[in-house]
C-alpha cells in the first residue's frame, strides 16, 4: 500500500523556519517524483516545490524561490523540504504528493502558521 506520511509543521515566527518531511512507504522511492504543495484557507492548492526520481532535479515556485530547498535521503525514504523567512502567506496545510502509474496518492497534511 502506497503511503506518504508528512510532519514537521507547526506555528512560527515571521522570518522563522521550518523543515518538513514526507516519509514514503510501499513504492520503490528512488522511481517517482515527489511534490510538496499547500493549500491556504480560502484558496486552492497550489505548487510548492518538486525534486525528480533520484534527486536528479528540482523546482520550486516563484512564490517561495529562494527561500525553499527540497531534498531527498533516500535511505529514509524521505523528502524534505527546509524553508526559511516564513512569511505570513506561507500559512497553509502543506502536502506531499506522488504519481505512480497514473494515480496521485496524497500525505494527509501538515499545518504551518506563520504569525506574530
Known amino acids: 500500500e502506497v503511503q506518504l506520511q508528512a510532519s514537521g509543521g507547526g506555528t512560527v515566527q515571521p522570518g522563522g523556519s521550518l523543515r518538513l518531511s514526507c516519509t514514503a512507504s510501499?513504492?520503490?522511492?528512488?522511481?517517482?517524483?515527489i511534490g510538496w504543495f499547500r493549500q491556504a484557507p480560502g484558496k486552492e492548492r497550489e505548487g510548492v516545490a518538486c525534486?525528480?526520481?533520484?534527486?536528479?532535479?528540482?523546482d520550486e515556485s516563484r512564490s517561495v524561490e529562494g527561500r525553499v530547498t527540497i531534498y531527498s535521503d533516500n535511505a529514509k525514504n524521505t523528502v524534505y523540504l527546509q524553508m526559511t523567512n516564513l512569511k505570513p502567506e506561507d500559512t497553509a496545510v502543506y502536502y506531499c504528493?506522488?504519481?505512480?502509474?497514473?494515480?496521485?496518492?496524497w500525505g494527509q497534511g501538515t499545518q504551518v502558521t506563520v504569525s506574530s
Open positions: 504528493n506522488a504519481v505512480i502509474d497514473g494515480h496521485s496518492y
Open positions: 510501499g513504492f520503490t522511492f528512488d522511481d517517482y517524483a
Open positions: 525534486i525528480s526520481d533520484r534527486g536528479g532535479s528540482t
